[in-house]
C-alpha cells in the first residue's frame, strides 16, 4: 500500500488523478458509458426528434412552415415580447443590483427574496395572477373595458406575463458579481469627481459586462420560448396573440406534425446558440 | 430602507435605482400576487374548502405530487452520476456534455413537450420498442414522470458539481492510508459531503416539477383523474370563468412550492454552517 502510494503522489499535476483516489479502468468506463447513454437518451434523443420530425415532409414543406402567415405572425409577436421584456428586466436587474450591492439597507435579503419570487411560481399561476388582475372579471376588469383597454387576450398581457417569468435573470447574475467587485473602485471615481452614470459606465459596467450579457441571454431564452404563462393571457388567437410556442401547440393539436416541429426547430436553435453563447460567456467570466 | 451607513453614501444614485426597483418589482410581481391572494380569500371559506378538496382536484394535486416526487428522486441518482462522471473523469466529449446538461433549461417547454411525446407514443422511437411488452408511457403517469426527469435534469448535477470539484482530495486521502476500500471511501467519506447538495438539486427539480406545464401537457393526454395535472386543472377552471376557484387552487399549489423553498434554504443553510465550522 505504502509503495503505491509512494508512487502516485508527485508533485501537483492536477489532470492525473493518482490512482488510489480514483476508481478501477473498468468502473470507469463504466460510469462513463452509463453516464454518456442516460445524456443521449434524455437529452440528445428529443433533439434528434425535433430536426427528423421537421424534415419528415421535406425541404419544401419545412420552408412552407416557417413562411406560412401565422407562423410570421407568431414570429414577429414573439420578437415584440422579447424587444420589450428583456431590456426593462435589464434595467431592473441593473438598477436593482446598484441599489443592494453598492449600499446597506434594512430589509435588503427580503428584497433579494423578492426578487427570486417568480422562480418560484408556476408558469400557470403567472398567467393567472395577470387573468385576475386584468380580465373580464378581474380586479380591474370592469374599469378597462370601460375605457377600452384590452390587456388579457392581447399583446400588453402577453408581454407582462412574460416580464414576470423572466423577472429574475438578469438581476440575479449580477447580485453575486457586484457583491464580490466592492464598491472602492466606484468610491475612488467619485473621489476623482466622477458623476453618476459616468462612474456606472466607465467603472461598473466594465467589470460586469460579461455577468450582463450573460442575465440577458438566458432572460431573453426564455422570453421567446415561455409557454405556460402565456397560454393563459394569450387566447390563442391566430395571426394576432400567438406566440411561437402558441403556434406550435395549434400546429400540434392539429395534427399537422412537421409543420408544428419546423417551428419548433426554430426555437431548438435559438436554445443551442443560447447554450453556445452561454458556455462562452461563462468561460471569459472565469478568465476574468 | 432609506438609513445607509455614512461611509457609503459617498456612492449617487441610492434613491433613483432603490425607487425604481422597489416601483418595477410592485407593479409586475407583489400586486398581481396580491391579486391572486384577494381572488382566493372573495371565495367564502366552505367554498374554498370545497374547491380545493374536490375528488378531480386532489387526484391532480396526487398526480402532480407523485410523479414530480418520483422524477426528482430519479434525477438524484441521474444527477449524481453525471455530475461524478463530469467532475472526476477526462473523456472525449466531456466539455460538450457539460453544456448540454442545461438543455433542459434552454429549450421552450412546448418544444420539449412535443418531442418527448412523439419518441414515447406508441409509434414512437422508445415507444415502438415497450408497446409490445404492454408498457404505455406517453398518456400516462409514467410519461408524466418521464418528462419531468428531462425538466429536472440539470439541478442536481448543477448542485452538486461544484461541492465535488471542492472537496479536498485529503479526506480521501486519510482514508486509503487507514486502509478503506474505495467502495467504503464512497459511501462513508465522499457521499456524507455531497448530500445536502443533493438534496437542494432534489427539492429544487421537485418543485419545479409541481408548477411545471408545457412539458408535460402534450405527454399526459389530460384525463381526468387519471393523467390530469394540478396546473392544467387552473386553466381548466379559467376557461368556465371560475376564476376564484382557479385562484383557490393556484394559492395551494404555490403554498406547496413555498415550502418547498423554505426547506432549500434550511438544507443550505445546514450545510454553509457545516463549511464554516470545518
Redesign the interface.
Known amino acids: 500500500m505504502a509503495a503505491t502510494i509512494d508512487q502516485t503522489l508527485p508533485e501537483n499535476k492536477p489532470m492525473r488523478t493518482p490512482r488510489h483516489l480514483t476508481e478501477s479502468g473498468a468502473v470507469r468506463a463504466l460510469l462513463i458509458g452509463v453516464a454518456l447513454l442516460l445524456v443521449g437518451a434524455i437529452i440528445l434523443l428529443p433533439l434528434a426528434t425535433v430536426i427528423t420530425q421537421a424534415f419528415s415532409k421535406g425541404w419544401d414543406a419545412y420552408a412552407a412552415a416557417l413562411r406560412d402567415p401565422d407562423a410570421l405572425a407568431a414570429l414577429r409577436l414573439t420578437l415584440i415580447t422579447a424587444a420589450i421584456a428583456v431590456p426593462l428586466n435589464t434595467l431592473f436587474g441593473l438598477a436593482a443590483a446598484w441599489a443592494i450591492t453598492k449600499f446597506k439597507f434594512r430589509g435588503k435579503q427580503l428584497l433579494v427574496t423578492l426578487i427570486d419570487l417568480p422562480f418560484a411560481v408556476s408558469p400557470v399561476i403567472s398567467g393567472l395572477i395577470y387573468v385576475l388582475l386584468f380580465g373580464a372579471q378581474g380586479l380591474l376588469g370592469p374599469w378597462l373595458q370601460e375605457h377600452n383597454v384590452s390587456i388579457i387576450f392581447a399583446t400588453p398581457g402577453i408581454v407582462l406575463a412574460t416580464m414576470f417569468v423572466t423577472f429574475p435573470f438578469v438581476a440575479r447574475e449580477l447580485l453575486p458579481l457586484m457583491e464580490e467587485q466592492g464598491v472602492q473602485d466606484e468610491e475612488a471615481a467619485v473621489t476623482l469627481g466622477a458623476r453618476g452614470f459616468r462612474v456606472f459606465f466607465k467603472v461598473t459596467l466594465p467589470n460586469v459586462k460579461w455577468g450582463l450579457l450573460y442575465g440577458m441571454i438566458l432572460c431573453n431564452a426564455r422570453a421567446m420560448g415561455e409557454f405556460g404563462a402565456v397560454s393563459v393571457v394569450s387566447g390563442h388567437i391566430r395571426g394576432e396573440t400567438n406566440t411561437l410556442p402558441l403556434h406550435i401547440e395549434i400546429l400540434y393539436n392539429e395534427y399537422k406534425f412537421s409543420a408544428a416541429f419546423a417551428v419548433a426547430s426554430l426555437l431548438m436553435l435559438l436554445a443551442v446558440v443560447t447554450l453556445i453563447v452561454k458556455s462562452v460567456v461563462e468561460s471569459r467570466i472565469h478568465r476574468n | ?5 455614512k461611509t ?1 453614501r ?5 434613491r ?3 425607487g ?2 422597489i416601483l ?2 410592485s407593479l ?6 396580491a ?2 391572494a ?2 382566493s380569500a372573495s371565495l367564502p371559506a366552505g367554498m374554498w374548502w370545497e374547491t380545493v378538496t374536490a375528488p378531480r382536484i386532489l387526484a391532480s394535486y396526487k398526480l402532480s405530487l407523485m410523479t414530480s416526487f418520483f422524477a426528482a428522486a430519479a434525477n438524484l441518482f ?1 444527477g449524481l ?2 455530475a ?3 467532475v ?4 472525449p ?1 466531456r ?1 460538450i ?1 457539460d ?18 411525446t ?2 414515447y407514443a406508441p409509434n ?3 415507444g415502438r420498442l415497450l408497446a409490445p411488452l404492454g408498457v404505455k408511457i406517453a398518456y400516462s403517469p409514467l410519461g408524466i414522470t418521464l418528462a419531468l ?2 425538466i429536472g ?1 440539470p439541478f442536481v448535477v448543477r448542485t452538486v458539481q461544484p461541492v465535488l470539484q471542492d472537496l479536498e ?1 485529503d479526506m ?2 486519510a482514508a ?2 487507514l ?1 478503506a476500500y ?1 467502495r467504503k471511501i464512497f459511501f462513508r467519506v465522499i457521499l456524507p459531503e455531497l448530500v445536502p447538495a443533493m438534496l437542494t438539486g432534489f427539492a429544487l427539480a421537485f ?1 419545479r416539477g ?5 412539458s408535460v401537457v ?1 405527454i399526459s393526454g389530460n384525463m381526468p383523474m387519471k393523467t390530469e395535472i394540478a ?2 386543472l ?2 381548466t377552471k ?1 376557461e368556465q ?1 371560475e ?1 376564484g376557484q ?2 383557490a387552487i ?1 394559492v395551494v ?2 403554498l406547496i ?2 415550502l418547498l ?1 423554505l426547506v432549500i434554504n434550511l438544507l443550505q443553510r445546514r450545510a454553509g454552517r457545516r463549511l464554516h465550522a470545518a
Open positions: 430602507m432609506a438609513q445607509t451607513t457609503k459617498l456612492l449617487p444614485g441610492f433613483l435605482t432603490m425604481f426597483s418595477y418589482l409586475i410581481v407583489l400586486i398581481p400576487l391579486a391572486l384577494a381572488k441521474i452520476l453525471l461524478w462522471v463530469l472526476r473523469y477526462r473523456f466529449g466539455r456534455i453544456g448540454l446538461i442545461d438543455l433542459p433549461f434552454a429549450l421552450p417547454t412546448a418544444v420539449a413537450g412535443i418531442a418527448l412523439t419518441i414512437g422511437w422508445i426527469v428531462f435534469l482530495a480521501e486521502e486509503v492510508m486502509g474505495r418543485a409541481i408548477g411545471e406545464y408545457g402534450f396546473p392544467l387552473i386553466i379559467l370563468y376564476y382557479a385562484a393556484a399549489l404555490l412550492s413555498f423553498l
